[in-house]
T-cell receptor
Framework: SQTIHQWPATLVQPVGSPLSLECTVE??????LYWYRQAAGRGLQLLFY??????ISSEVPQNLSASRPQDRQFILSSKKLLLSDSGFYLC??????????FGEGSRLTVL | AQSVSQHNHHVILSEAASLELGCNYS??????LFWYVQYPGQHLQLLLK??????LVKGIKGFEAEFIKSKFSFNLRKPSVQWSDTAEYFC????????????FGRGTSLIVHP
């Protein structure tokens, strides 16, 4: 069966420090992968999506970047974190039927 | 681009009350529609979905949703809620025809008092 994992689950980082959140999918190949940010009362904001290795599309310009070095790995990064980067980040992969499967989420606090 | 509106941001009910959460979308073409649920401390998961066919779809835990094309709506319903239905509910829309970019509503926080 397919699974999706994110780590770390919780992260506290100082302003200006780098960030790396990882997402790995198992049990499927060439998945469509997504990074969302969830903010209270604001729903899910799509940050990046990828349809294949090395293919990244950005939905919102900001202080973050994404990479897909392997078929089932999706990484969210930043070179220098801002306070406004704090939030709950969700990775998801899309089934052929169209629904998304989400990871457990990573809560980032920037101090 | 499509958009999704969830009009009820916070809903508080007592157990056994009936539930209806509104979802409207703006997109002129064929759509695929979803409701996701996030229980406290858990990850987002699919509640139900509509692609085609019977506009009344049934999901897990007694939930159902009705697609009304003329109203661009996909409201979620449950005849009798339970305390365990306390969660955040998200409506999502993906244009049909192979698109893979879902758009989510802002979510509705449901609290059910025992």
């Amino acid at each position: 069966s397919q699974t999706i994992h994110q780590w770390p689950a919780t992260l506290v980082q100082p302003v200006g420090s780098p960030l790396s959140l990882e997402c790995t999918v198992e049990g499927t190949s060439n998945p469509n992968l997504y990074w969302y940010r969830q903010a209270a009362g604001r729903g899910l904001q799509l940050l990046f999506y990828s349809v294949g290795i090395g293919q990244i599309s950005s939905e919102v310009p900001q202080n973050l970047s994404a990479s897909r070095p392997q078929d089932r790995q999706f990484i969210l990064s930043s070179k220098k974190l801002l306070l406004s980067d704090s939030g709950f980040y969700l990775c998801a992969w899309r089934k052929e039927s169209g629904e998304l499967f989400f990871g457990e989420g990573s809560r980032l606090t920037v101090l | 681009a499509q958009s999704v509106s969830q009009h009820n941001h916070h809903v508080i009910l007592s157990e056994a009350a009936s539930l209806e959460l509104g979802c409207n979308y703006s997109y002129g073409g064929t759509v695929n529609l979803f409701w996701y649920v996030q229980y406290p401390g858990q990850h987002l998961q699919l509640l139900l979905k509509y692609f085609s066919g019977d506009p009344l779809v049934k999901g897990i835990k007694g939930f159902e949703a009705e697609f009304i094309k003329s109203k661009f709506s996909f409201n979620l319903r449950k005849p009798s809620v339970q305390w365990s239905d306390t969660a955040e509910y998200f409506c999502a829309v993906t244009p049909g025809g192979g698109s893979y970019i879902p758009t989510f509503g802002r979510g509705t926080s449901l609290i059910v008092h025992p």
